[in-house]
Nanobody, 121 residues
Framework: QVQLVESGGGSVQAGASLKLSCAAS????????MGWFRQAPGKEREFVAR????????SYADSVEGRFTISRDNAKNTMYLQMSSLKPEDTAVYYC??????????????WGQGTQVTVSS
């Protein structure tokens, strides 16, 4: 069992940066691929980024490639999402998740409660 808690969201102007954190409980954190997803009002939850258990491999959605960086610290049971050059279209609730990997929510077993990111123009 893994419990996930996101933090670091907020309201910023376009072009600003934010760093989200996802703190995990449970000794098996390091065995899971971790991912970030987001959901804007009226839209489906969409993939943002993922990182394998070792941190050796990462993947990003085209919309965030080059602006967002995913990382993890297994010793601290924590995953991060550094977001730079934020755009209004990045506004969403951001969720962290743990699972087998992939780009769809169905591949992830554990989810956090979400943290709101609002970017104004």
């Amino acid at each position: 069992q893994v419990q996930l808690v996101e933090s670091g969201g907020g309201s910023v102007q376009a072009g600003a940066s934010l760093k989200l954190s996802c703190a995990a409980s449970g000794r098996t954190f390091s065995t899971y691929t971790m991912g970030w997803f987001r959901q804007a009002p009226g839209k489906e939850r969409e993939f943002v980024a993922r990182i394998t258990w070792s941190g050796a491999s990462t993947s990003y959605a085209d919309s965030v490639e080059g602006r967002f960086t995913i990382s993890r610290d297994n010793a601290k049971n924590t995953m991060y999402l550094q977001m730079s050059s934020l755009k209004p279209e990045d506004t969403a609730v951001y969720y962290c998740a743990a699972g087998n990997g992939g780009f769809t929510p169905s591949r992830y077993f554990y989810w956090g409660q979400g943290t709101q990111v609002t970017v104004s123009s």
